[in-house]
């Protein structure tokens, strides 16, 4: 079956960085595009970034432009996020996400971003 687990998150400083990762198993990774979320407490759930099946083509929402990179690696079946100069209001637990015939979530990993 379709599985998602992200690993990653933790407390950070502002101003620091952490990465994500989502491993993937039960279809076929390098066919799909894979979605990062994010959802803080009080506030819906928001779509942070996107990457096309190949890698080739990235999204990202506004407010992470410029900090946040996404990536993956088709050959461990494993998406990545790559978060710099983190901030309070970053502070959310992530998920990463995929179609492949149905929407499929991974469980989230909590990044807390505070001094």
């Known amino acids: 079956q379709v599985q998602l687990v992200e690993s990653g998150g933790g407390l950070v400083q502002p101003g620091g960085s952490l990465r994500l990762s989502c491993a993937a198993s039960g279809f076929t990774f390098r066919s799909v595009a894979l979605r990062w979320y994010r959802q803080a407490p009080g506030k819906e759930r928001e779509l942070v970034a996107v990457?096309?099946?190949?890698?080739?083509?990235?999204t990202f929402v506004d407010s992470v432009k410029g900090r946040f990179t996404i990536s993956r690696d088709n050959d461990k079946n494993t998406v990545y996020l790559q978060m710099n100069s983190l901030k309070p209001e970053d502070t959310a637990v992530y998920y990463c996400?995929?179609?492949?015939?149905?929407?499929?979530w991974g469980q989230g990993t909590q990044v807390t971003v505070s001094s």
């Open positions: 990457i096309t099946s190949d890698g080739g083509g990235k």
């Open positions: 996400m995929t179609n492949y015939g149905a929407p499929y």
